[in-house]
């Protein structure tokens, strides 16, 4: 179980400094464009990953379509978003909106798989939303403080929130670390035809042969975003919600870090307290106080 957990540390670490290494990309490069780039050498890599693992294989035809809903919002909106997201918004106010994750994906289920929620989650889900709050008006100005940036950032979560519902409903036999890779490179295309509509110009990709801009475009894609989402998807399922909700508090906390290091942004008090109200917001709204309360008592069998 230690393995694991090292595991997860160092995908969590990896998501956090993602979100700064996002910044500088979409600073220098169209955001859209940038995204279809990105996640298109993402998804081959998966691909090429699972093909050495032995689960590579085409999809069957009543699987296309799966992979077709579920890629246009996992991939095309959440990563569309996030990208215009971030270039209208901090790398701090970045990442304390992605915290809102975990509590989004349980809004997401009790919506449309028709879950039961308890009023301990219903205090979880006002604790987690008035964090995102206290981040996105952070300032003098008020409700005019919150960005554009920060309501696509928003968006991102919901739409990727959704996709997990989606995917929950995935069949058995579909390994979702193979379909991971195919929609990213299904979506991928998608988000270059969507940057091509809206007049990016493909020759800003050339940045990326600054090797500066290149080693941050390769940690992005190959370590973040392939290889930390197989990661995640295998080691997920030997740890309880929990367990899995301190480690996504560790993404949103080294995300903050990385914002401040390499951003050169100011950590305000505001930051804080919607830090610590989404963190409580986690706990509450998806189970993990129960989980560990009832692991406590006995209640809970380990696998």
Not at 29 to 54: E, H, K, N, Q
Request: hydrophobic share 55%.
């Amino acid at each position: 179980m230690v393995k694991i957990y090292i595991l997860l540390f160092l995908v969590m670490l990896m998501w956090g400094m993602n979100l700064p290494a996002l910044k500088v990309l979409v600073d220098t490069i169209d955001p859209v464009l940038l995204t279809s780039f990105r996640v298109f050498t993402a998804g081959v890599a998966v691909l090429v990953i699972c093909y050495f693992m032995g689960i590579f294989r085409l999809p069957h035809k009543s699987e296309w379509l799966v992979m077709l809903y579920i890629g246009t919002f996992n991939v095309v909106l959440h990563h569309s978003f996030i990208a215009v997201g971030l270039e209208g918004t901090t790398g701090v106010n970045g990442s304390l909106i992605l915290g809102l994750m975990p509590l989004m994906t349980v809004l997401m289920a009790v919506i449309f798989l028709r879950q039961k929620v308890n009023l301990l989650r219903t205090v979880g889900f006002i604790f987690g939303f008035a964090g995102v709050a206290t981040t996105t008006l952070t300032g003098s100005g008020g409700l005019g403080a919150m960005s554009m940036g920060d309501v696509f950032v928003f968006l991102g979560v919901a739409v990727q929130g959704f996709s997990f519902v989606l995917i929950s409903k995935l069949r058995a036999t579909f390994d979702p670390r193979l379909i991971t890779g195919y929609i990213m490179v299904f979506g991928s295309v998608v988000i270059f035809g969507l940057s091509q509509a809206l007049g990016a110009d493909v020759g800003e990709m050339a940045r990326v042969f600054d090797w500066h801009i290149g080693a941050v475009f390769l940690f992005s894609a190959i370590m973040a975003t392939a290889f930390g989402h197989m990661t995640y998807n295998y080691v997920i399922k030997k740890v309880g919600p929990a367990e899995s909700a301190i480690f996504i508090n560790l993404n949103t906390l080294f995300a903050i870090i990385g914002s401040a290091v390499f951003l050169n942004e100011a950590i305000m008090l505001e930051h804080i307290v919607g830090f610590v109200l989404i963190i409580v917001g986690i706990f509450l709204g998806t189970g993990a106080i129960e989980y560990l309360l009832k692991r406590r008592r006995g209640k809970v069998v380990e696998h």
